[in-house]
């Protein structure tokens, strides 16, 4: 399908060569999506910052969702690795699944980039507390 | 959606409360109800991904929630509630999935402790189940199940404040909202309005709460014990695992197609067979479980009012065995089930194929073809990635060519290779008869690769006609489509609508310019009737004298006719 992409690229700019010129997308924009789509998904609390630092997932700031993602290319496939908290007490290889399908879907629905894989990483589980 | 006509209130029928038997078959009765809807879910499943799955996985949710309750004589709602809970949790699938086993979760600890509820509590339940779905996600979307949820929960509050309320008055109001939020989702949501449908997952939620609300109204209270007042406390609930005297007997469930039947009537007849007898439907079509020790004598008397399907028959005291000796129950039947092929010679190339399919018919063709594993599914019973997995691996192949056969598996397919550590090759076929040719094309002395290469040439070369029926008005690519209307596809797409089998195929081959092909396969569906067909070939030979036409069963459901051109 994407076979627009030059070795000679600079590295981590996603290309997608056109009749009427180039579109650049930095990962830094594909992770944003996949971040928003992410947190509209059920069962996600939130994103976390990728790797866990002294074992300890961070639940990352609404403005931060892009970090608790990490985008790069492979054979001009989008991957895209997902860091998140989820709801305990759902079934998470059901969120899990909803998550890369969701995620998958959005991405390629804003860029018309194939995604070859969504990757998800749960790193942590939020207990909710009834508030009343 | 048809709406039951609210029935003059009877009194002394009203459920005053709901104790665990009575919540129980209420489930019971959403189960029925959504099998019987659950098709039309599917078809309105365009968000948050459009895989046309909803009412699959909800479905399949519900089953695994009532699983376990079916067979429990619980009297406390505490308890059954606690094992929906547990069920639906283990077995949730899909988004709507996960979201309807938060909404069990949240009633079941609102109900923690409790032997029955009030009208006024169950819906505090109601509402605090909304509560707890909502709690289980940062950014909720409105227009979606959650939003059918909280007006579901909120309409059954308003109607508990009423003294006078029963338990029929709250889910009644809880049903009636349901149906009024769901109707309101695409306002709320833009990608429904686009799509001129309603939210799938509210719909299947409000279908669950109608399931609920026919068989609380129509609930006997005979059936229902009532507990006299000041009568002190109930016996201890017997422990669910001593075994009746007259046995378990069997589980019987069916379905009944037919015209202008009375579902009273054979409701009356069949709850004189057995015990725990749930009769739902309408004129034409009735879904039965029943639990009996003669399930020949109730299979007899059904077939004598229509035409039986999808009857099943479980001994339970063999299921109660399974339950003592803990045994993992396998997972929900009908999706995806294994159907390996007889062990035979290993291929000299080290390849072997998957192929996923629906239908019986297509199931013998694809393995007298060669295919080494077959999994059943295809549209809108989607296999899951792992029933997908589970073929690849019990092949004794290390190079596996996999065949999606349909647009909607694709994706689930794309996942298999990053679990396995066979060397999986995945073929992009979207139709059964691009499958077919293939399968037909593949070579057990060429490599994986080459036959990958091969494969997919032939698959493209075959042009696909799928006919079916609408099941709701929609224009999709042009093409005007009122309900009822047959339709054909042509490689997936929507093409041409009409109300005659013959005239539609003969448009549709048509447009794929019949003079380059010498062959129309004609797979013939699960349900396809003699006449159509014979209205279909008689215009194939009529309007294209130059084509051939063979006719093979391919048992498949949804496309009554599924035509092959090459």
Redesign the interface.
């Known amino acids: 399908m994407s076979t627009a992409e030059q070795q000679a690229d600079p590295p981590g700019v996603l290309r997608r060569a056109r009749d009427r010129g180039r579109i650049e997308v930095f990962p830094s924009v594909v992770a944003a999506m996949a971040g928003h789509a992410a947190v509209a998904c059920y069962g996600v609390m939130g994103m976390s910052a990728r790797g866990l630092r002294d074992g300890v997932a961070q639940l990352l700031r609404r403005e931060n969702l892009d970090r608790g993602v990490d985008v790069h290319e492979v054979d001009g496939q989008l991957v895209i690795d997902v860091y998140v908290i989820v709801e305990y007490g759902t079934r998470i290889t059901a969120v899990a699944q909803n998550l890369q399908s969701t995620v998958r879907f959005e991405v390629q629905r804003l860029l018309g980039v194939p995604v070859g894989e969504v990757n998800v990483f749960v790193q942590g589980v939020h207990e909710d507390t009834p508030s009343g | 959606m048809k709406t039951r006509p609210v029935a003059e209130q009877k009194p002394q029928a009203r459920p005053r409360l709901v104790d665990g038997q009575l919540f129980k078959l209420a489930l019971l009765g959403s189960l029925s109800w959504l099998t019987a809807n659950q098709e039309e879910v599917n078809r309105l499943n365009v968000f948050?991904?459009p895989?046309g799955d909803t009412g699959t996985n909800m479905l399949l949710t519900l089953q695994s929630a009532v699983e376990d309750i079916r067979e429990s004589d619980a009297k406390e709602i505490s308890k059954i509630a606690a094992l929906a809970a547990h069920g639906s949790?283990?077995g949730?699938?899909?988004?709507s999935?996960?979201?309807l086993?938060?909404i069990f979760?949240g009633f079941a600890?609102h109900v923690q402790g409790k032997a029955e509820l009030t009208p006024a509590e169950l819906a505090d339940a109601f509402e605090?189940a909304a509560?707890?779905a909502y709690?289980?996600?940062?950014?909720p979307?409105e227009g979606t199940i959650l939003t059918v949820a909280r007006e579901a929960g909120k309409a059954a509050k308003a109607a508990a404040a009423n003294p006078d309320a029963g338990v029929d008055t709250v889910v009644r109001a809880a049903a009636r909202a349901a149906k009024t939020a769901t109707d309101n989702t695409p306002t709320q949501l833009a990608i429904l309005h686009e799509a001129g449908v309603v939210d799938a997952g509210g719909f299947g939620l409000q279908v669950i709460f109608e399931g609920f609300l026919k068989t609380v109204e129509e609930s006997d209270p005979a059936a229902v014990p009532a507990r006299p007042a000041g009568s002190g406390k109930a016996l201890p609930a017997q422990r669910s695992l001593e075994l009746p005297e007259e046995g378990w007997g069997y589980c019987t469930e069916f379905l009944i197609e037919g015209r202008g039947m009375s579902v009273e009537e054979i409701r009356d007849n069949i709850a004189g067979m057995g015990n725990s007898a749930l009769v739902v439907g309408d004129e034409e079509l009735i879904r039965v479980h029943v639990h009996t020790n003669e399930p020949a004598k109730v299979l007899a008397y059904a077939s004598g009012v229509g035409t039986l399907a999808r009857t099943k028959v479980d001994d339970m005291s063999k299921q109660h065995r399974v339950i003592l000796d803990d045994t993992v129950p396998a997972e929900p039947q009908g999706n995806g089930k294994l159907a390996v092929a007889d062990a035979q010679r290993k291929r000299p190339n080290g390849v072997g194929l998957v192929a996923v399919v629906a239908g019986g018919g297509l199931t013998e063709i694809f393995k007298g073809l060669g295919v080494d594993a077959v999994v059943e599914g295809g549209q809108t019973m989607n296999p899951s990635?792992n029933d997908m997995l589970k073929a690849v691996e019990s092949i004794p192949y290390d190079e596996v060519l996999l065949l999606p056969n349909n647009a909607n598996v694709i994706?689930a397919a794309q996942?298999v290779p990053?679990l396995t550590e066979k060397k999986l090759y995945l073929l992009g076929t979207r139709t059964v008869p691009q499958g077919i040719a293939a399968v037909v094309a593949f070579n057990p002395n060429r490599d994986a690769k080459a036959n990958q290469l091969a494969m997919a040439e032939a698959a493209n070369q075959v042009q696909t006609i799928e006919v079916t029926h609408a099941v709701r008005d929609t224009t999709a690519n042009g093409v005007k489509v009122k309900k009822g209307d047959v339709i054909a596809l042509i490689n997936d797409k929507l093409k041409h609508s009409g109300s005659d089998y013959g005239d539609v195929v003969s448009l549709a081959l048509k447009d794929i310019k019949p003079e380059s092909y010498e062959l129309v396969t004609v797979y013939r569906g699960d349900g396809a009737k003699d006449k159509d067909l014979k209205v279909l070939t008689e215009a194939i030979g009529r309007d294209f004298p130059g084509l051939e036409v063979e006719v093979q069963d391919g048992g498949q459901r949804h496309y009554p006719f599924i035509l092959s051109v090459e």
């Open positions: 948050p991904v895989d949790l283990m949730a699938r899909g988004n999935g996960v979201i086993s938060q979760r600890k605090e509560n707890a709690r289980a996600v940062i950014k979307t990635t994706l996942q990053d």
